[in-house]
Structures are given as structure tokens and as C-alpha cells.
């Protein structure tokens, strides 16, 4: 099982990961700061980068004569019209998003890479607040507000036509998300490079088989995509900011629910909490135990792979876990 230490020690090898990556991104600042000036009209004082992903970067920009903005940066395709998008429909929530103002491509001397800004929110990331300070109290109350928040996130009203999609439906159909990560090529490959017994390859097939109709007759909701305490700021006890809507979509909001639920077991942040908050759990209730270890399977065979790319034992570690917990509750 995931514990505070091993979240810890993820942690540190993810960043050390991230910084040997970011070496190679020669993105020169004049070029960024030069994009401010044309949307925003005013040189930023300074510029400092505070996040590095994987293939994009945040940085902090402050001005003389203007409020904090945050700067994103992207190399793996223009996601930020969706994230404008979301981010209007929850401000309409009373969410507390960030209002995307200014998006462009860096052309013509860098293709595919993509700038856009955005208002500043103040806090802290709470995985790092559960990192630096694992023995505080005050987690399970935040955190049933976050169970609030989700909740008003899954309401946002679903695009009315296909123009406004942004790349929101990944796929023709969520069975069919679900059930691609699900096939037996995929599954014999990934399960030779993790030298795991292969007799459950047909046993996972039939299990996704046998309840695909409760996953097939959802009602379709925004997902968040990536539900976890990275992307939760919080200042003075409260949560102050929803981060990352890169990867959101269409499809059934246990799928979020799952996610957090794999990474996030500890006392303070378990589920039942999220729960307690998400004021329309009447709305998902039926078959949601099943749904919740389906969907933790799906993930976890996406997570396995990934581990397994990245050497991430501590990751691999986490995610073989996870397999056989869900394995068993279906009694694999």
C-alpha cells in the first residue's frame, strides 16, 4: 500500500526525473517575456519558474503595475482552449479556477509549443503540504470540502455542440476508452516486462466483459482527468485554486474519484472523505463499488506501463499493490 514515505520518496525521484528533463528545453526566456509584453502591455520584473512537467512548464510572472499571472507553457499540443473553456463554465460554479486570457503558439521560431496566460491563484499544492507536514490535523476537513468542490465540477454543463469540444471527447465513447486499455496484446506485452503470471490476462478480459453494460449506461459528465492533491492549492486552511485541466474529458465521474482513491489511501485523505463532501453521490451510487476497483484496474495497467518506462520502482511498487487489491475484490 501507498504510504506518506513512499509518497515522499516518489516525490524527490519524480522532481530529480523532471530536472535531468528540463535541461534539454532550450525555450529562451526573452521569447516568453516578449509574449507577455504584447498581451498583458508591461514588462514583468521578474519571472520565475516554479513547476516543471514532463513536457510543460508554469512560471510565475510580477509586475509593477499589475497582479501576479502565471505563465504555462506547452509541448505536447494546445490543450488551453479546453482549459479556457472549463475554466469559464466553473467560475460559473463559484469554483476557484484560474481565467485563461491569452493563448498562442510560439511560431515561427518554435512549432508546436504554445503560451498561455493566466491569473495567479495563491497556495500551496496539498500533496506537498501532506509531505512537509504528514501529522497535521486539518486535512479531513479540507478535504471534504474538496468532495464539495468535485461534486460542482462533475454539474458543469456538458458542451451542446461539437465546436465546443476542445478535444473533450477522447474518444467516440467512454466504453470504448475503457476497453482499448483492456486487450490482450497490450495486456500478454505489459505483463512479459513485468514477468507477471499471465493466467490473468483472460480473467482480466472477462471481468471487463461481464460488467461492461454498468459502465456502457452512464450518465456523461466533465471529468477533471487528473484529480489529485498536486493540482489542490490551498492558503490559510482553504482550498484556494483547482489546477490542470489538460487532460480532462467526457465520461463517468467515478473515473475521478477512482484516481484519487489509487494514490491517495491515507488516513486524512481517504476517499469516504471526498465522499462525505460530494453532494450528488446519490446520482452515482448504484454499482459503485464495482465501477471504483474496474476503473482503479484500468488505471493501474495504464500506471504499470508507465512506471515500468519511467524505472519508477517506488511507482511500480505502488501499482503492483493496487493490482492485486482490485484483483482480489473480484475474487481473481
Known sequence: MLTKEILKKSDQFYKKKLALLHKSFKLPEELIISNIISAVKEKPFKLTR????????????????????????????????????????????FLPVARITYITELTPDFTSIYLAIE??????????MLIDNPQEDHFQELIISLGGLISKFHEIELPKNNSDLYNLN??????????????????????????????????????????EEIYTTIKPALLYGDFNPRNVLVADNKITGLIDFENSMIGDPIYDLARWDYFYPFHGFELNLILKGYTNFTQIRRDFDKKLHLYRLHLGITFLDYFLTKDNKLGLRVALDNLLEDLNYFDL
Do not use: C, M
Open 50 to 93: 516554479i513547476i516543471n512537467g514532463e513536457s510543460n512548464e508554469i512560471y510565475l510572472a510580477e509586475f509593477t503595475n499589475l497582479n501576479p499571472l502565471i505563465i504555462k507553457i506547452s509541448r505536447s499540443g494546445n490543450n488551453f482552449h479546453k482549459e479556457q473553456w472549463i475554466g469559464i463554465h466553473a467560475l460559473e460554479k
Open 170 to 211: 477522447l474518444k467516440p465513447s467512454w466504453t470504448e476508452f475503457i476497453n482499448q486499455g483492456i486487450n490482450e496484446p497490450k495486456l500478454t506485452n505489459l505483463f512479459k516486462r513485468l514477468k507477471l503470471v499471465e493466467k490473468y490476462i483472460p480473467k482480466l478480459i472477462n471481468l471487463f466483459s461481464k460488467y
Open 119 to 128: 491569473d495567479y491563484l495563491p497556495g500551496k499544492a496539498l500533496n506537498q
